[in-house]
């Protein structure tokens, strides 16, 4: 029935929403109290630094946003594929393969974990395995931003606010992919990195999180998805 369809769409675009802005908060979480240092300390710091930072809780923020990925995943392309079945699809198997690339970068921290639990454990390993979770997700996050590239054209109606939100996703999606794309052919990319990304960082912390409060306040009430 009409009824029934409205109330999914409502749902839909509530679950991925939320997932949206509990995401924003993990990511925040873990890398403000762990990884933001974590990423940039030597082989002999590092060790120290996890053991007395909030790192098995920066790992649970990790899951949980590996968590919300996977939801936003299916409520984009559920939400949207009546309006662009394969655009949608698309759209949602880049953000799901981000998710898969995000998964194996975790299993790193997981060898981190247990390296710590160790009493002699070995630095290097460490170092290794943190640096080798940055690359991974950094990797994955090409991919993301195909996802939001790809997300923009779907967001994008007459509305000006959704046409505003869709600039952001784009130009996020651009950041992300250029910027993470660089750093594959640009030695010594990380000291360039925050010069590039600043172009972007309006789009890349406000787009998504616009987009989810969108959903979340007018979300179901669009009678174009149904």
């Given at each position: 029935s009409i009824q029934f369809?409205?109330?999914t769409t409502k749902?839909?675009?509530?679950?991925?929403?939320?997932?949206?802005?509990?995401m924003a908060i993990a990511a925040a979480f873990a890398m403000s109290?762990?990884?933001a240092e974590a990423f940039i300390l030597s082989i002999d710091e590092l060790p120290v630094f996890l053991t007395n930072s909030s790192f098995k809780a920066s790992v649970i923020a990790w899951l949980i946003i590996l968590l919300c990925d996977l939801m936003v995943s299916w409520g984009l392309y559920s939400y949207y594929k009546k309006r662009n079945h394969l655009r949608a699809a698309i759209s949602g198997l880049f953000r799901l393969l981000y998710s898969i690339i995000l998964a194996y970068g975790i299993s790193k921290?997981?060898?981190?974990?247990?390296?710590l639990s160790n009493d002699e454990f070995s630095a290097e390993i460490i170092h290794q395995n943190i640096h080798s979770f940055q690359a991974i997700w950094q990797f994955g996050l090409i991919v993301f931003g195909l996802h939001l590239i790809t997300l923009s054209k779907l967001v994008c109606?007459?509305?000006?606010l959704l046409k505003l939100i869709a600039i952001?996703?784009?130009?996020?999606?651009?950041?992300?992919?250029l910027s993470n794309t660089l750093d594959?052919?640009?030695d010594n990319y990380e000291s360039y990195r925050p010069t590039v990304e600043a172009v972007f960082i309006f789009p890349m912390i406000f787009s998504e999180i616009g987009l989810a409060f969108w959903?979340?306040?007018?979300?179901g009430r669009e009678a174009s998805i149904g």
């Open positions: 369809q409205t109330m749902s839909i675009s509530r679950v991925t929403a939320l997932s949206i802005i509990v109290q762990v990884f921290l997981f060898l981190v974990s247990l390296e109606q007459k509305k000006k952001l996703l784009f130009l996020a999606g651009v950041g992300y992919f594959l052919f640009i959903l979340l306040l007018k979300g």
